[in-house]
């Protein structure tokens, strides 16, 4: 996936979880953070931050806060971006795959994928992943039931007879492997090792980040514990 217009500038704060404050040409820019979540080990005071101007003359804010530096290392954090990386990625996991459908519902759930490879169909949920440490990805970076829920759910799916996924996209380079963040969420890991256990397919790839592209570059081991 690409940016079409992007900047660089400097973080100042971030005053609530939608907007941050930037210094940008010299001025105090005000954001839209494209990530509602916790992000503190990235939006730190003084990181280079990766911004893209909306084409909307209306909105409020004239820039979407995108990507940031962690060190040298770039990170994506726009938690829109995953789904059109995994779209765009899907047809190399699935190499017969023949239908390739986003938001499609289940029974009372909604999945971000329904697809069907060599006449089997499957469901398929995914997570962006922004919190690494030390060369470890880790899911997820704050407390989530509908990220438990949606586990649970493709565990149920599985029991039908169809074929169920979870794609981590993990929106950063040069990690080891990915884990759950038991720490922060254990209601979460082990609603994972469950889904695993019921034989949802769990998956994870990095991307190749530079300002204005994000692609999904190669798989990474899920570790369990």
Known sequence: MRYDNIREG???????????????????TVCHVKNTGRCRELLVPGARVIL???TNPARR???DLVSVYKGERLINM?????????AEYLPRLFPKLTIL????????????????????PFFLEVKGVTLEREGMVLFPDAP?????????ELAQL???????HV???????????LRANRETDPAFADALLAARAAGVSVHAVDCLVTPDTVVAHEPIPVEYI
Not at 13 to 24: C, G, K, M, Y
Not at 78 to 86: E, L, R, T, V
Not at 158 to 164: H, I, N, V
Request: charged content about 30%.
């Open 10 to 28: 400097t973080f100042l704060s971030r005053p609530n979880r939608f907007i941050a404050h930037v210094l940008l040409d010299g001025a105090d």
């Open 52 to 54: 893209n101007r909306g």
């Open 61 to 63: 804010t004239a820039y």
């Open 78 to 86: 726009d938690s829109q971006s995953p789904n059109d990386i995994a």
């Open 101 to 120: 459908r986003r938001e499609v519902r289940w029974g009372d759930s909604r999945f971000d994928f329904y697809g069907v490879q060599e006449d089997r």
């Open 144 to 152: 989530t039931e509908r990220g438990a829920k949606h586990l649970r």
């Open 158 to 164: 599985k029991q039908t007879g169809m074929d169920a």
């Open 167 to 177: 794609l981590f996209v993990v929106q950063m380079s040069s990690v080891t492997a």
